[in-house]
C-alpha cells in the first residue's frame, strides 16, 4: 500500500479541482474524489497516487453536518496515512457566523489528535491578502468586497481572527506579518510560542508570494494544515525536497486513458455567468448543435426527450459536439427566479432545483448514448452533475487554463469530464477543452 503525500478535504468542488489542478501542474498524481465512497472503494481508487483531494461540500452544511462530515472524510484517507493533511476553504473565507470553517477545523484536530494547526485564507496571486488578521480582496476590505452579498454566506466581518474564534471553542490568534518577514526559522518560533500559550490554531498574514514561501516552509512539519489553495502552488516543491514524492508511474487499478476521438461531446452549461455565455455563442458560432432548455419546462418536465436524443445522438455519432444551456438571451434569468419565487423556491432552492433536474436528464442521455467526453460549465452544475451521474472519483489532469484540469472519470461513466466555474477560462474555452479530450495523454500524468 502507498502513503499519500498529501489529502485535503475541500468544502466547494470547484475549490477541490482548483487545489487539485494546481497539485497535478507541480508533477503529483492527484485524485479528486467525490463526497464519501465506502472504504473498500477508495483504497482502490486512491491506489497510486500521490495526493488525494475529497469535495464534501460542507460549506453549505449546519456546523454539526460539517463536522461529522470532515471526520468521516479524514477517517478515510487516514488508511492511506498522508504526510500532510489539509482543511480547505475559500481564499474569500466564504462561511457563516457558526461555521463551516471552524466546525471542520475542529473535527481535524480532533481526529488526528493534533493540538495545533494554521489558518491561510490568503491567496496573493488572486489578490486575497491578509494584514493583521484583517482579509483583503485585492483594493477592498473583505467586508466592502462584492463578498458582502453573498446569497448564501455573505462577508461582512472583515476580521478573521475574530471571526474564526466565533466559529470554534478552541483559541485562535494572530501570526502577524512581522513575524513572517522574520523568516521561517522565525515564524516556526512564533508558532511554536503561541502553541505553548494554549493557540490551536494561528492565523497567519500574508501579503505576497514571498510571504507564502516562507509560511509553507515554516509549517513543513506541521501535520494539519488549513487555508486556500495557495498552499497547492508552494508545498509540493518542499515535499520533493524531503524525498516525499516518487516518481514511478503506477496507477495501479486505472483503465488506460483514451480519447474517444470518433464521438462528439456533450458540453453541459447550466452558469449564467457573462463568461459562460460568451463561451456558449463561441461554440455555436462553430458548428455544435445546441438546445436551450427553458427552466420551467425543465422543472414541469415538458422536455420532448424523443426529439431531443435524436438530435444529439445525430450530431454525437457524427463526432460534432452538443451543447445544453439553460439560459441564453430569451431565458431571462430575473424572470425564472422571479416564477421560482411565487412557486414558493427561494433563489439558491430554485437554482439547486434547476440543477438537479438538469443532470437528471443529462444522465437519461448519456445512459443511452456514449459520449466522447463530458465539459460541464458552472460550479453548482457540476456539483449536481458529478453526484447524479455518480462519477465518484476523477483522476485529474494537468490545468487547460488555469483553475480547470483535465480529469478523466473513474466512476459510473469512465470518460474525460472538464468542470468549470461558471465565470472561468477565455471565450473559446471550450475549444480548448475539446483539444484536451481528444489528446488526453498529454494531460494525465
Ligand atoms: P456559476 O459557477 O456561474 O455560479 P452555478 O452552476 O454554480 O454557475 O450556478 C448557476 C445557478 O443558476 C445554478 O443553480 C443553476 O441551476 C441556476 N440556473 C441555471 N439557469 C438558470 C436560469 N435560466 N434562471 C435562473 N437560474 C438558473
Request: with cysteine; aromatic share 6%.
Amino acid at each position: 500500500m502507498n502513503r499519500l503525500v498529501f489529502a485535503a478535504v475541500a468544502d466547494d468542488d470547484t475549490g477541490a479541482s482548483d487545489l487539485a489542478g494546481m497539485l497535478t501542474d507541480q508533477g503529483l498524481r492527484t485524485l479528486l474524489v467525490i463526497d464519501l465512497p465506502t472504504a473498500e472503494q477508495f483504497m482502490v481508487w486512491s491506489d497510486g497516487y500521490h495526493a488525494v483531494v475529497m469535495a464534501e461540500g460542507t460549506r453549505n452544511l449546519s456546523p454539526t453536518e460539517a463536522r461529522e462530515r470532515t471526520h468521516a472524510a479524514i477517517r478515510l484517507l487516514k488508511d492511506r496515512q498522508p504526510r500532510v493533511l489539509q482543511i480547505k476553504y475559500c481564499s474569500t473565507f466564504d462561511s457563516t457566523d457558526e461555521g463551516n470553517i471552524g466546525p471542520s477545523i475542529d473535527a481535524a484536530l480532533d481526529e488526528l489528535k493534533e493540538d495545533f494547526t494554521i489558518a491561510l485564507p490568503s491567496l496573493p496571486v488572486n489578490g486575497r491578502t491578509t494584514y493583521q488578521g484583517y482579509h483583503f480582496v485585492h483594493r477592498l476590505l473583505l467586508s466592502d468586497s462584492p463578498m458582502r452579498e453573498h446569497p448564501l454566506t455573505p462577508m461582512t466581518n472583515p476580521n478573521l481572527v475574530d471571526l474564526l474564534s466565533r466559529q470554534t471553542k478552541r483559541r485562535v490568534d494572530l501570526a502577524s506579518y512581522r513575524d513572517v518577514e522574520a523568516g521561517a526559522e522565525q515564524l516556526k518560533r512564533r508558532f511554536e510560542s503561541l502553541r505553548a500559550e494554549g493557540v490551536r490554531i494561528a492565523l497567519v498574514d500574508c501579503l505576497n508570494d514571498r510571504h507564502l514561501e516562507t509560511i509553507c516552509r515554516a509549517c513543513a512539519d506541521l501535520r494539519l494544515i488549513t487555508g486556500s489553495s495557495a498552499f497547492g502552488m508552494k508545498m509540493p516543491a518542499i515535499w520533493r525536497e524531503r524525498g516525499w514524492v516518487s516518481e514511478q508511474k503506477d496507477n495501479g487499478g486505472d483503465a488506460p486513458i483514451t480519447a474517444a476521438n470518433d464521438r462528439g461531446c456533450l458540453i453541459v452549461a447550466g452558469s449564467c455567468s457573462d463568461a459562460t455565455r460568451a463561451q456558449n455563442e463561441w461554440l455555436q458560432a462553430r458548428g455544435a448543435g445546441v438546445t436551450n432548455l427553458h427552466p420551467k419546462e425543465l422543472l414541469n418536465g415538458n422536455i420532448n426527450m424523443a426529439t431531443l436524443m435524436a438530435q444529439v445522438r445525430d450530431q454525437v455519432a457524427a463526432g460534432r459536439h452538443y451543447l445544453l444551456t439553460t439560459t441564453n438571451s430569451h431565458i431571462d434569468v430575473r424572470e425564472v427566479q422571479q416564477w421560482g419565487l411565487s412557486n414558493g423556491l427561494t433563489v439558491p432552492a430554485l437554482g439547486q432545483t434547476i440543477a438537479y433536474a438538469l443532470a437528471d436528464l443529462v444522465l437519461e442521455v448519456l445512459d443511452d448514448l456514449p459520449v466522447g467526453g463530458l465539459i460541464i460549465a458552472g460550479g453548482e452544475t457540476s456539483g449536481a452533475l458529478c453526484r447524479r451521474l455518480g462519477l465518484g472519483a476523477l483522476r485529474v489532469g494537468r490545468n487547460i487554463e488555469p483553475g480547470v484540469p483535465l480529469c478523466f472519470s473513474l466512476g459510473s461513466f469512465r470518460l474525460p469530464v472538464v468542470l468549470k466555474s461558471g465565470n472561468f477560462g477565455e471565450t473559446n474555452f471550450y475549444g480548448k477543452a475539446l483539444g484536451a479530450i481528444a489528446h488526453p495523454a498529454e494531460y494525465m500524468i
